[in-house]
Each structure stands twice: as structure tokens, then as C-alpha cells.
């Protein structure tokens, strides 16, 4: 099974890799639908949906500031380095992710397409202001956030929110197409520790089958777009990433 899947990745011509929490999960970041994870500790409807965050938004700023602290403590795993590898080697594209946790960057990847926002930037829930990445986490300015109760807009006076994507938003338009068309393109696609479960990004991998393409997944355990997966690798994505690099 690995030897197929590495025979995949050897030989493809436009390899991209599709990633969601449980490649995290081994950084010591908590995944939202496993067992443990964040979903089991708070309800959907109260942190994740610009209801919620209307509704109290003080209560949503605190579970991102909680998890803003986890993700700043934490560092790209082996399965992240491995794609920032296979990006340098030349083999992988670009790097589509779910995660809001920069650590494909991190990892050295230069295309990453952020279909879920960014934990390092926040935007106005009014006016246009945006605060970007660089200046968030070079300025010191994320540990002023971090402090705040209610992070407010210096432009307008109005709330901040985290630049993130929650249910029933749509995604960043420009990702969102850059995602498809990637997916269109590519002969080999790399499914790494994803539920499946949540639209439009899980149409990635079908996008990649319905146009000729081969799909490799690693998961600890069955997801979503195992049914169409060519390769199945049962594991932990470092592991499996470590083994299939060797
Ligand atoms: C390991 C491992 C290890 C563990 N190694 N593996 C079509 C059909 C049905 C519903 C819809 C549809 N289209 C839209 C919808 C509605 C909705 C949706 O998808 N609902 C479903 C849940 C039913 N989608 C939306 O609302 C989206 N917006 C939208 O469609 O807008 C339309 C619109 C247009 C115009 C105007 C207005 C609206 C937005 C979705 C936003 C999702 N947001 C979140 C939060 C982001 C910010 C944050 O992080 O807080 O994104 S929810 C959460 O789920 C997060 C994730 O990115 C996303 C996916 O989760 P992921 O990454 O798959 O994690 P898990 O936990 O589910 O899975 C982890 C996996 O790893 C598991 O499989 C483990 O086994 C595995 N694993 N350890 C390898 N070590
Ligand atoms: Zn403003």
C-alpha cells in the first residue's frame, strides 16, 4: 500500500496535498470531531457562527483566544515537514488546508491556500480594517489582543473578530476558486487528517477524481472521502508522511 501510494507520488505530474485537523493533531493541537476534541467541549452553535459570536461575543473571542495560545506554543509536526519537502523536491504544488493554525507555513510551504482563515489575523465587523499575520505576530500586538476583553476596531470603534470561517459563511472567494481549479488540475491528491464532513472543502478530493485524478488518504480511522480514496494509509499522518518519504 505505501509503495503504491509513494509509486503515485514519484510519477505524478501536479501533486497537491489536502489537509484538515488531524494533521495537526500530532502538534498537540485538538482535533474538532474525535474523540477529545473541541466539538465534545463546546456546542457548534456557540462559538462557531456569527449568531454565536452576535449573541456573545465574549464567550467566542474567549475559545479563540484559548486556542490561539495552543497554537502559538505549537511547531509543524513530521507530516508537515514532509510537505514542505515534497514542495521543495518540486513534486507538491500547493498545499489546500482547512486549518486556521499556520503551520504549513511554518513547516516552510510557500503555496498554501487557507480555505478556513487564518488564527493570526482578525477583521472589523464594520468597517474594512484588517490586521494581517506579520504584523499580528511580529509586533507584539497579539499579546495586546490576548489581553483584551473584547478586541475593538482602532479605525471605527467597532468589534474585531477573528478572520475565520464560521458555519454558514461563505469561504474567502479567491481560495475557495483557486482550491477547484487546483483540484481540476491535479493527478495525485494527498488527503491528510480530514473528517470529510464539511462543504465545500471536502468537494476537493471528488473534484480531483471526477477529473482523472488519484487520491491517497491518511487518517487514524475511516473518514468521509474514504469510499473514493485509491490508497488508503491507516495512521498517523507523521508517521505515514515519515514512512512514504523514505
Ligand atoms: C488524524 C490524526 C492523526 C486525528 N493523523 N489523522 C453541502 C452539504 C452539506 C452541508 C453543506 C454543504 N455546503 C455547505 C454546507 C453547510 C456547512 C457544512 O459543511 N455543514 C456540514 C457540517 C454538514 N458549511 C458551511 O457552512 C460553510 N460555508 C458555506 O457553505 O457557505 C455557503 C454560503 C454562500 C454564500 C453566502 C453564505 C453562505 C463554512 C464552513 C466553515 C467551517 N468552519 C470550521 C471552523 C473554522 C475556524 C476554526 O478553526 O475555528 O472549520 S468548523 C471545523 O471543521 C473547521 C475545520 O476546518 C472543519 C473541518 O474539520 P476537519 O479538519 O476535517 O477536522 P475533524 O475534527 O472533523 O477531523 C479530523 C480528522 O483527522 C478525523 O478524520 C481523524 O480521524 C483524523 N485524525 N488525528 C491522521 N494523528
Ligand atoms: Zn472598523
Redo the contacts with the bound molecule.
Keep these: 500500500m505505501i509503495e503504491e501510494a509513494a509509486k503515485l507520488i514519484a510519477h505524478s505530474h501536479f501533486l497537491i496535498a489536502f489537509t484538515?485537523?488531524?494533521?495537526s493533531?500530532?502538534s498537540g493541537i485538538p482535533?474538532?470531531?474525535?474523540k477529545g476534541?473541541l466539538w465534545e467541549k463546546y456546542r457548534?452553535e456557540e462559538v462557531?457562527t456569527p449568531e454565536a459570536f452576535k449573541r456573545d461575543p465574549q464567550f467566542v473571542w474567549e475559545f479563540?483566544k484559548m486556542?490561539m495560545k495552543t497554537m502559538r506554543e505549537a511547531k509543524p509536526n513530521k507530516?508537515h515537514l514532509a510537505l514542505a519537502e515534497l514542495e521543495r523536491m518540486g513534486l507538491l504544488k500547493a498545499v489546500i488546508t482547512?486549518?486556521?493554525d499556520n503551520l504549513h507555513r511554518e513547516a516552510g510551504n510557500k503555496n498554501v491556500i487557507e480555505?478556513?482563515?487564518n488564527i493570526y489575523r482578525v477583521k472589523c465587523t464594520n468597517c474594512s480594517y484588517r490586521e494581517y499575520r506579520e504584523n499580528l505576530l511580529e509586533s507584539g500586538r497579539l499579546e495586546e489582543l490576548l489581553k483584551e476583553d473584547l478586541p475593538k476596531c482602532p479605525k471605527c470603534g467597532s468589534l474585531l473578530r477573528p478572520d475565520?470561517?464560521?458555519?454558514?459563511?461563505?469561504?474567502p472567494q479567491e481560495a475557495i476558486q483557486k482550491a477547484f481549479k487546483l483540484a481540476e488540475r491535479a493527478d495525485v491528491c494527498l488527503v491528510?487528517?480530514?473528517?470529510?464532513?464539511?462543504?465545500?472543502?471536502?468537494y476537493i478530493p471528488y473534484i480531483v477524481k471526477e477529473n482523472g485524478g488519484y487520491v491517497i488518504e491518511?487518517?487514524?480511522?475511516e473518514?468521509g472521502i474514504t469510499p473514493i480514496a485509491d490508497v488508503f494509509l491507516k495512521?498517523?499522518?507523521?508517521e505515514v508522511m515519515e514512512l512514504l518519504l523514505a
Design positions: 484538515g485537523a488531524g494533521i493533531a500530532e482535533t474538532f470531531r474525535d476534541g457548534v462557531a479563540y486556542r507530516a482547512q486549518n486556521i480555505l478556513h482563515g475565520v470561517v464560521w458555519f454558514g459563511e461563505p469561504l491528510i487528517g480530514t473528517s470529510g464532513q464539511v462543504f465545500p472543502a471536502a491518511i487518517n487514524i480511522k473518514s495512521g498517523r499522518a507523521g
